[in-house]
T-cell receptor, first 115, second 112 residues
């Protein structure tokens, strides 16, 4: 079946502009995650959705970052007033959710470059 | 102290070698443990879960030591295709739901 998809695959934006990144999880997966990976670095947790609610937003680096999820499906990550340090690959993952269903399936990521 | 720590490497080994990676985690209440693999400029993919009794999948063996808060991955008879970054991953505790914490990764390069 279809895996996790993300769009766009690449995004180049000017400093100060807003960007919106999209994630389509695997159908039926109730849990959805956003991570950030800077070049040569590990994955940095941003936010976790269970259904449409976000019980853990602890990783969002600033109030310029926000995310929402609708219909227990698509999620969007919005970065306002982008800065150069926001340049990274943004990865989305989904899982069946619930305790004991931990395998996360990742999308190919959106490579964001802020110039 | 980082929640999950790994030796970044790189580990440069010849084909056929046995190589071991270690990982430590800080939260003693951690529930679940995994190794993920990430190829260059690709997304991470689950390699294997790590069980308390230890588990093996072909050439790969994972071990967990809860007392020492230590996880290991052993790769036998290394192949060129094993070259990748190996990520140690921990679910910190039930109160975090399905949140996973990723180590920064250990780079493996297998050479002919």
């Amino acid at each position: 079946g279809a895996g996790v998809s993300q769009s766009p695959s690449n995004k180049v934006t000017e400093k100060g502009k807003d960007v919106e990144l999209r994630c389509d999880p695997i159908s039926g997966h109730t849990a959805l995650y956003w991570y950030r990976q800077r070049l040569g670095q590990g994955l940095e947790f941003l936010i976790y959705f269970q259904g449409n609610s976000a019980p853990d937003k602890s990783g969002l680096p600033s109030d310029r970052f926000s995310a929402e999820r609708t219909g227990e499906s698509v999620s969007t990550l919005t970065i306002q007033r982008t800065q150069q340090e926001d340049s990274a690959v943004y990865l989305c993952a989904s899982s069946l959710g619930g305790f004991g269903s931990y395998e996360q399936y990742f999308g190919p990521g959106t490579r964001l470059t802020v110039t | 102290r980082k929640e999950v720590e790994q030796d970044p490497g790189p580990f440069n080994v010849p084909e056929g070698a046995t190589v071991a990676f270690n990982c430590t985690y800080s939260n003693s209440a951690s529930q679940s443990f995994f190794w993920y693999r990430q190829d260059c400029r690709k997304e991470p993919k689950l390699l294997m879960s790590v069980y308390s009794s230890g588990n093996e999948d072909g050439r790969f063996t994972a071990q967990l030591n809860r007392a020492s808060q230590y996880i290991s991955l052993l790769i036998r008879d290394s192949k060129l295709s094993d070259s990748a970054t190996y990520l140690c991953v921990v679910n910190p505790s039930r109160e975090y739901g399905n949140k996973l914490v990723f180590g920064a990764g250990t780079i493996l390069r297998v050479k002919s």
